[in-house]
């Protein structure tokens, strides 16, 4: 057997294996769901059914999200209740000792200076989040600079810090009160846990949406804070990134998403590039507080 027929038949079993865990035995709950629905919305899923949410909400700093624009370029202090209330329903959602892992700028510095992460934090803590970790986001992505403020001068120059950061949540205790099977290599581990990454960020334009994150970034997340099987949470899953990392992960997942293009994009992806097709579930849509439900 040559180098390229060996390559195939491990994806061949690769796909195997993904559809297996897509429908265990024993189990008659679907082990993939993308929800068009509100992330703000309790109802939108059980409690205490996510092991691991990987996200990036909006940061409130003007971009054009469609739909999300509300909640993207509103009054700070009606953002940081739109952040109050997806945190605490993340909080409901996740199981004991689960974990949640929050990606956003560092700090605001559109339409008035403000520490985004810093009151992520805060806001988690408040609705009773326990506090792990910053990681440092470097992309790379440094663009030039026009807005100096007070040039060469100490009298009002403009500090920008060009990294965002991933902040790590638990709810509970840290320790994962079941464990199961972790698929991080040796290399990976000694690495991502120094919590200073460096990788590039991702094109809007090739994904298709306003401001997508790389997959290198739920990725690491997922290999680094769950095991095998759990299950994987976005509640603002866009272009479907951190679905597709979860799955092809050998993981379950859940997302949730507001606007119907971004559930078409997210679907489309997941076809593409983990070879599954979530199919529409007319029963769950009937729920009142969603919109459509996609299911495999």
Not at 32 to 39: M, T, V, W
Not at 228 to 242: E, Q
Not at 251 to 258: A, D, S, V
Request: hydrophobic residues 40%.
């Amino acid at each position: 057997m040559n180098e390229m027929e060996g390559a195939q038949r491990q994806e061949i079993q690769m796909d195997s294996q993904r559809v297996m865990l897509f429908m265990p035995a024993g189990e008659t709950e679907p082990s993939h769901r993308l929800i068009q629905g509100d992330a703000t919305n309790r109802d939108v899923l059980q409690s205490e059914t996510v092991d691991l949410t990987v996200t990036s909400p909006p940061y409130n700093i003007g971009k054009a999200y469609d739909g999300y624009a509300s909640s993207d370029s509103v009054d700070y202090d009606a953002y940081l209740r739109f952040t109050r209330a997806w945190l605490a329903n993340c909080l409901y959602w996740t199981r004991d000792t689960g974990r949640l892992c929050v990606n956003v700028a560092l700090d605001k510095n559109k339409n008035g200076k403000r520490p985004i992460a810093a009151d992520v934090t805060r806001l988690a803590l408040e609705v009773g989040w326990q506090y792990h970790a910053t990681i440092i986001w470097n992309e790379g992505n440094i663009s030039r600079r026009t807005a100096w403020g007070s040039w060469m001068s100490a009298s009002a120059p403009h500090v920008i810090a060009p990294v965002e950061v991933v902040i790590v949540l638990y709810k509970g205790a840290w320790k994962r009160k079941n464990q199961g099977q972790s698929d991080i290599g040796r290399d990976e581990f000694m690495e991502w846990v120094l919590g200073n990454w460096e990788f590039a960020g991702e094109s809007a334009k090739r994904i298709g949406h306003e401001a997508p994150f790389p997959i290198e970034l739920p990725k690491r997340c997922i290999k680094l804070f769950s095991f095998m099987g759990d299950t994987i949470l976005d509640p603002f899953a866009g272009s479907g990134t951190t679905l597709v990392a979860a799955i092809n992960g050998f993981r379950k997942t859940m997302g949730i998403e507001l606007e119907s293009h971004y559930c078409d994009l997210a679907l489309k992806r997941i076809e593409d590039e983990c070879k599954a097709r979530l199919a529409y579930s007319p029963l769950e849509s009937q729920r009142e507080s969603i919109a459509n439900c996609w299911t495999l």
